[in-house]
């Protein structure tokens, strides 16, 4: 099954900020967008944003999304050290009939 | 409390069956698509497979034709898997998730399954 790519890692200092990308095709993230889930160890993912760029209530601001052509982006500002955790990306693809996943970024903030 | 809390884990000899069940709460249950997610240890997630509101839509498509299996019982707010001829790499931590919109937004704390003789 056909998946999202993500960079593996990012590093970025404390304050800072980091933008992770996700890269798909017309099928997927072209499409409809992209959702951004963080995972903490041991903990089931949360839901960052939908549809590129829709923040569920009760997310912080300094997390945001945006989509250009088959590539998704979440940036998170001013990095703390509790963001230091695992990001993954999901999309609907109309061809497969599937979510699909990226195989997730762990950022580290140094 | 919008909630789900999934059951049924556990360790599974290679080749047997064994199902999971996820309990929903806190919302109507039988307004959305759900959906059972996997992740092996140190592993990303993988979508196992989802089911429609009514239950007459699976997806992948073909996913029935495969080892794996999605119910669900609208009147008890439950969701089952149905996993047969396990092997050792189905062993994952099994979430499931509620398809809201554009996204998976509700999630359940997940299942442990290991699959070793």
């Known amino acids: 099954q056909a998946g999202l790519t993500q960079p593996p890692s990012v590093s970025k200092g404390l304050r800072q900020t980091a933008v992770l990308t996700c890269t798909g095709d017309?099928?997927?993230?072209?499409?409809?967008?992209a959702a951004w889930l963080q995972q903490h160890q041991g903990h089931p993912p949360k839901l960052l944003s939908y549809r590129s760029n829709n923040r569920p209530s009760g997310i912080s601001e300094r997390f945001s999304a945006s989509r250009s052509g088959n590539t998704a982006s979440l940036t998170i500002t001013g990095l703390q050290p509790e963001d230091e955790t695992d990001y993954y990306c999901s999309a609907w693809d109309s061809r497969l009939g599937a979510w699909v996943f990226g195989g997730g970024t762990k950022l580290t903030v140094l | 409390q919008v909630q789900l809390v999934e059951s049924g884990g556990g360790v599974v000899q290679p080749g047997r069956s064994l199902r999971l069940s996820c309990a929903g709460s806190g919302f109507i249950f039988s307004s959305y698509t759900m959906h059972w997610v996997r992740q092996a240890p140190g592993k990303g997630l993988e979508n196992v497979g989802g089911l429609s509101s009514g239950g007459d839509i699976q997806y992948p498509a073909g996913l029935a034709k495969g080892r794996f299996t999605l119910s669900r019982d609208n009147s008890n707010n439950t969701l089952y898997l149905q996993m047969n001829s396990l092997r050792a790499d189905d062993s994952a931590v099994y979430f499931c998730?509620?398809?809201?919109?554009?996204?998976?937004?509700?999630w359940g704390q997940g299942t442990v399954v290991t699959v070793s003789s």
């Open positions: 998730a509620r398809e809201g919109t554009g996204a998976f937004d509700i």
């Open positions: 017309s099928n997927n993230v072209g499409g409809q967008g």
